[in-house]
C-alpha cells in the first residue's frame, strides 16, 4: 500500500465508520498517547525497564500502526498530502544534511 491509498483508506474508514474526525487538538493528544505507549514498548524491549504483566502482550507494529492511523488523519484533516511531504523532506535532507552524518565523529564509533 503506498502512502497515498492508506491516505484514501483511512478518509474512506472515518467517513464510513468513524462517523467523522475527531477535531485536530484532539487528534494531536491521541497522537502523543499513542507515541507513549509505543515508547513504552520500546523501552521495556530494547531498553533497561522491565515489562509488566500489562505490557507482556503488546505488539510493537500494531503500536507503530497506531501512530501511523493517528498522523494519517491529521495530515488528512489539514490536506498534507504525505507523499509529497516526504518527498520534500527527503529533498531537504540531502541537500542540508548529505555529509553531515557522513562527517560525524561521534557516529564513527
Given at each position: 500500500?503506498?502512502?497515498?491509498?492508506?491516505?484514501?483508506?483511512?478518509?474512506?474508514?472515518?467517513?464510513?465508520?468513524?462517523?467523522?474526525?475527531?477535531?485536530?487538538?484532539?487528534?494531536?493528544?491521541?497522537?502523543?498517547?499513542?507515541?507513549?505507549?509505543?515508547?513504552?514498548?520500546?523501552?521495556?524491549?530494547?531498553?533497561?525497564?522491565?515489562?509488566?504483566?500489562?505490557?507482556?502482550?503488546?505488539?510493537?507494529?500494531?503500536?507503530?500502526?497506531?501512530?501511523?492511523?493517528?498522523?494519517?488523519?491529521?495530515?488528512?484533516?489539514?490536506?498534507?498530502?504525505?507523499?509529497?511531504?516526504?518527498?520534500?523532506?527527503?529533498?531537504k535532507k540531502n541537500s542540508r544534511d548529505s555529509t553531515r552524518h557522513l562527517e560525524n565523529e561521534k557516529l564513527r564509533k
Amino acid at each position: 500500500m503506498t502512502i497515498e491509498e492508506a491516505q484514501q483508506v483511512v478518509d474512506e474508514w472515518i467517513k464510513t465508520k468513524g462517523v467523522r474526525y475527531f477535531n485536530e487538538l484532539t487528534n494531536m493528544a491521541m497522537l502523543t498517547e499513542e507515541v507513549g505507549e509505543l515508547a513504552r514498548i520500546i523501552a521495556r524491549t530494547y531498553g533497561e525497564q522491565s515489562f509488566k504483566e500489562s505490557d507482556k502482550n503488546r505488539d510493537l507494529g500494531d503500536e507503530m500502526a497506531d501512530v501511523l492511523w493517528v498522523l494519517i488523519c491529521l495530515a488528512n484533516q489539514t490536506g498534507v498530502n504525505l507523499t509529497d511531504a516526504l518527498k520534500k523532506n527527503l529533498e531537504k535532507k540531502n541537500s542540508r544534511d548529505s555529509t553531515r552524518h557522513l562527517e560525524n565523529e561521534k557516529l564513527r564509533k
